[in-house]
């Protein structure tokens, strides 16, 4: 082999070595990667396991998950009679929803009843006379307003509206406020927001029952921690299933790595081999001028 070809052949091979070694690279950074799945579907998998629920006694000896609305609720059977406040003070209830509800009696003398969480189907139910521009203007009252307006515009109807909220307002003192949530009544959001001490529980207070004294529900006989065991299945269905993908990739990965480290053994052995023909044309070329 001349000299000029021993020497494009070296070049080659270094450039096919560079190749081999990035490409090593390349597969133990994906086998790392999958290292750190494998990890994350292990802890998902034991936080699973192991996860727990809060679940309330209610004074009818009754146990269920617990809920806002039965911390809330003041069925004295049902209900715990107590509230949530966050760190600030704020007594903790949902994002409030009016409903305004027409009531009448039907021709047999029978009470009927027909609710409204929208002010714009109410009026077009029981104010249809209104003009264009007015039914506009008051579809953007509240409903407290809008009952008020019907009951002192229409005051020769037999009809009679009402509003309601599914905000109790006896859960705070006049000097307090609410802080509207909308995810208080989600179960694992709740659990979540007592777990970290952002919401605390409190219940009127024994000595007075305009104030209200913070609860420890920690050891409290209405709330109790039990393990959950309704998604332990699924759980381990998900993590066998990641586990057997996770190992399958990277047995395609440890092989292909293998074929890549074979492949640099050859290049580097082929390397030293050009690397001494070279040597030698080098030798046998100019040896005249040593």
């Given at each position: 082999?001349?000299l000029?070809?021993?020497?494009?052949?070296y070049?080659?091979?270094?450039?096919?070595?560079?190749?081999?070694?990035?490409?090593?690279?390349?597969?133990?950074?994906?086998?790392?990667?999958?290292?750190?799945?494998?990890?994350?579907?292990a802890?998902?998998?034991?936080?699973?396991?192991n996860?727990t629920?809060?679940?309330?006694?209610?004074?009818?000896?009754?146990?269920?998950?617990?809920?806002?609305?039965?911390?809330?609720?003041?069925?004295?059977?049902?209900?715990?009679?107590?509230?949530l406040?966050?760190l600030?003070?704020?007594?903790?209830?949902?994002?409030?929803?009016?409903?305004?509800?027409a009531?009448?009696k039907?021709?047999?003398?029978?009470?009927?009843?027909?609710?409204?969480t929208s002010?714009?189907?109410?009026?077009?139910?029981?104010?249809?006379?209104?003009s264009?521009?007015d039914t506009?203007?008051?579809?953007?009252?509240?409903?407290?307003?809008?009952?008020?307006?019907?009951?002192?515009?229409?005051s020769?109807?037999n009809?009679?509206?009402?509003v309601?909220?599914n905000v109790?307002?006896?859960?705070?003192?006049?000097n307090?406020?609410?802080?509207?949530d909308?995810?208080c009544?989600?179960?694992?959001y709740l659990?979540?927001m007592l777990e970290t001490?952002?919401?605390?529980?409190?219940?009127i207070?024994s000595?007075?029952?305009?104030?209200?004294?913070?609860v420890?529900?920690?050891?409290?006989?209405?709330?109790?921690q039990?393990?959950?065991?309704?998604?332990?299945?699924?759980?381990?269905?998900?993590?066998?299933?990641s586990?057997?993908?996770?190992?399958?990739h990277d047995?395609?990965?440890?092989?292909?790595?293998?074929?890549?480290?074979?492949?640099?053994?050859a290049?580097?052995?082929e390397?030293?081999?050009?690397?001494?023909?070279?040597?030698?044309?080098?030798?046998?070329?100019?040896?005249?001028?040593?």
């Open positions: 082999m001349g000029a070809a021993s020497q494009g052949r070049l080659c091979l270094t450039a096919r070595m560079s190749d081999l070694i990035y490409e090593g690279q390349q597969i133990s950074q994906q086998r790392l990667q999958l290292a750190k799945e494998t990890q994350l579907a802890d998902e998998y034991n936080d699973a396991m996860n629920i809060l679940q309330a006694t209610t004074p009818d000896g009754g146990v269920q998950r617990l809920t806002y609305d039965i911390i809330t609720s003041q069925d004295p059977f049902s209900g715990l009679c107590m509230r406040v966050d600030d003070g704020n007594v903790v209830v949902p994002e409030e929803e009016k409903t305004i509800t009531s009448s039907d021709e047999e003398g029978k009470d009927v009843t027909e609710s409204f002010t714009s189907a109410f009026m077009k139910k029981y104010m249809p006379d209104l264009e521009e506009l203007k008051m579809s953007n009252w509240d409903m407290d307003n809008l009952a008020k307006y019907y009951s002192e515009h229409y020769t109807s009809i009679t509206v009402s309601t909220s109790n307002k006896d859960l705070k003192n006049e307090e406020s609410f802080l509207f909308k995810n009544k989600n179960p694992e659990q979540e001490g952002q919401w605390y529980v409190q219940q207070s000595t007075d029952t305009k104030e209200w004294e913070n420890a529900w920690q050891g409290h006989t209405a709330f109790s039990v393990s959950d065991t309704s998604d332990d299945a699924a759980a381990e269905a998900k993590y066998e299933a586990m057997a993908e996770l190992q399958r047995k395609v990965l440890e092989l292909r790595l293998e074929q890549v480290q074979t492949e640099e053994s290049v580097e052995k390397l030293d081999s050009v690397k001494k023909t070279v040597s030698d044309n080098i030798d046998q070329s100019f040896k005249t001028f040593a």
